[in-house]
């Protein structure tokens, strides 16, 4: 089965950092994604892990530990439009894709 | 815009209704999924197709009947709901279900409610 855990609620300020913790436990891993979702809206692809260290996407990086089963999402230089909930998924050995319950976080002026 | 349509955006039926969701991708991709999001969760897989047959269910009620036509169309046809079936449906495809690398691209859902 899959564990996957992570903040229910962020809150940050325009133009600041915001970094999302996410750990898992998982039966197989064949990579960590990350997804953005508005409310209302489908998920949309962020970032993709398979193996350990980080990657970065203009304002926005996501890291792995592959032996801590630990990953994180940072945002930088915050915008209102960041406001939006983010899903770590993992991927297992069965090629499922698992998602957390999600972060939503909250970009104030 | 998303490169997964799906029809409709919304739908309200009673429960002795018989309705089709509808997902079409024309991204080339070889596996499509069907995912349930009901308000403040994560979406939960339903079933998956590969190649155009069904790889992945769930264990998804039989009031739920899937259907893929062809590798570009994918249905989900209701029967029978309960009213605890009102969720976002979301479609989902990737180019192969191997190929861990390739993110799921999602479809805008369509925002099922029975009565």
């Known amino acids: 089965g899959q564990n996957i855990d992570q903040p229910t609620e962020m809150t940050a300020t325009e133009g600041a950092i915001v970094q999302i913790n996410c750990t898992y436990q998982?039966?197989?891993?064949?990579?960590l994604f990350w997804y953005q979702q508005h409310a209302g809206e489908a998920p949309t692809f962020l970032s993709y892990?398979?193996?350990?260290g980080l990657e970065e996407k203009g304002r926005f990086s996501s890291f792995l530990s592959r032996s801590k089963g630990y990953s994180y999402l940072l945002l930088k230089e915050l915008q209102m439009k960041d406001s939006a909930s983010y899903l770590c998924?993992?991927?297992?050995?069965?090629?499922?894709?698992?998602f957390g319950a999600g972060t939503t976080v909250t970009v104030r002026a | 815009d998303t490169e997964v349509t799906q029809t409709p955006k919304h739908l309200v039926m009673g429960m002795t209704n018989k309705k089709s969701l509808k997902c079409e991708q024309h991204m080339g991709h070889r596996a499509m999924y069907w995912y349930k999001q009901k308000a403040k969760k994560p979406p939960e897989l339903m079933f998956v197709?590969?190649?155009?047959?069904?790889?992945i269910n769930e264990s998804v009620p039989s009031r739920f009947s899937p259907e893929c036509p062809n590798s570009s169309l994918l249905n989900l046809h209701l029967h029978a709901l309960q009213p605890e079936d009102s969720a976002l449906y979301l479609c989902?495809?990737?180019?192969?279900?191997?190929?861990?690398?390739?993110?799921?691209?999602f479809g805008n859902g369509t925002r099922l409610t029975v009565t």
């Open positions: 989902a495809s990737s180019p192969e279900t191997g190929t861990g690398w390739a993110p799921l691209h």
């Open positions: 892990n398979v193996l350990d």
């Open positions: 998982t039966s197989g891993f064949n990579g």
């Open positions: 197709y590969s190649y155009e047959k069904l790889s």
């Open positions: 998924a993992v991927r297992d050995g069965d090629y499922k894709l698992s």
